[in-house]
């Protein structure tokens, strides 16, 4: 078992591009969630999906952040345009439902 | 609004000098409260799930422990592999498998 798989494992990008950051699940969990860390807020759930629906997206932040699930073995995170303050670590986890989630390694993303 | 509150922030132990985190939460119906590891630069490891109060899991030298308002992460003769962010998380009845995280506690065990 591979885990949870994201791609890149870091990202610096200029303030104003397109930033897009990559999930791979655990084959076979059908709830995948997108999580931010920072140091002043923690961990903080951005959005999640059930098979592959968004079920609760009210953690995203403003209408530059989207996410996407095509299918049960991949999902993005998008933001667009990036800003300074969207600098923070990550993650993505999948689950099985009623179980406990299993995270990724994260991407750190620092907008310059 | 479910909340989770952890304590303390840091604590440094020395090899072998048990002790306990605190992790105090609110939340319209427990599901389930979580406890993680997390090291730096890796994302967070799941330990427990604790379902019900009076319920308590152990693991190697980590012991949790649930009442209805806190959950205890207990720590005997620590080593200083041990050292970590421990992460303590609530899923309500309500609002599915979302998770709620606290700050977390830093834990340090000095040789």
């Known amino acids: 078992d591979a885990g949870v798989i994201q791609s890149p494992r870091h990202e610096v990008t200029e303030m104003g591009q397109e930033v897009t950051l990559r999930c791979k699940p655990i084959?076979?969990?059908?709830?995948l969630f997108w999580y931010r860390q920072t140091m002043m807020r923690g961990l903080e759930l951005l959005i999640y999906?059930?098979?592959?629906?968004?079920?609760?997206d009210s953690g995203m932040p403003e209408d530059r952040f989207s996410a996407k699930m095509p299918n049960a073995s991949f999902s993005t995170l998008k933001i667009q345009p990036s800003e300074p303050r969207d600098s923070a670590v990550y993650f993505c986890?999948?689950?099985?439902?009623?179980?406990?989630?299993?995270f990724g390694s994260g991407t750190r993303l620092t907008v310059v | 609004e479910d909340q989770v509150t952890q304590s303390p922030e840091a604590l440094r132990l020395q090899e072998g000098e048990s002790s306990s985190l605190n992790c105090s939460y609110t939340?319209?119906?427990?599901?389930?409260l979580f406890w993680y590891r997390q090291d730096p630069g890796k994302g967070p490891e799941f330990l427990f799930t604790?379902?019900?109060a009076g319920e308590e899991k152990e693991k190697e030298r980590l012991k949790a422990t649930l009442t209805k308002k806190e959950s205890f992460l207990h720590i005997t003769a620590p080593k200083p592999e041990d050292s970590a962010t421990y992460l303590c998380?609530?899923?309500?009845?309500?609002?599915?498998?979302?998770?709620?995280f606290g700050q977390g506690t830093r834990l340090t065990i000095n040789p």
């Open positions: 939340v319209s119906g427990l599901r389930g």
């Open positions: 999906f059930n098979n592959n629906v968004p079920i609760d």
């Open positions: 084959s076979g969990h059908n709830s």
């Open positions: 604790l379902y019900s």
């Open positions: 986890a999948s689950s099985l439902t009623d179980r406990g989630y299993t």
């Open positions: 998380a609530v899923q309500a009845l309500k609002g599915a498998q979302k998770l709620v």
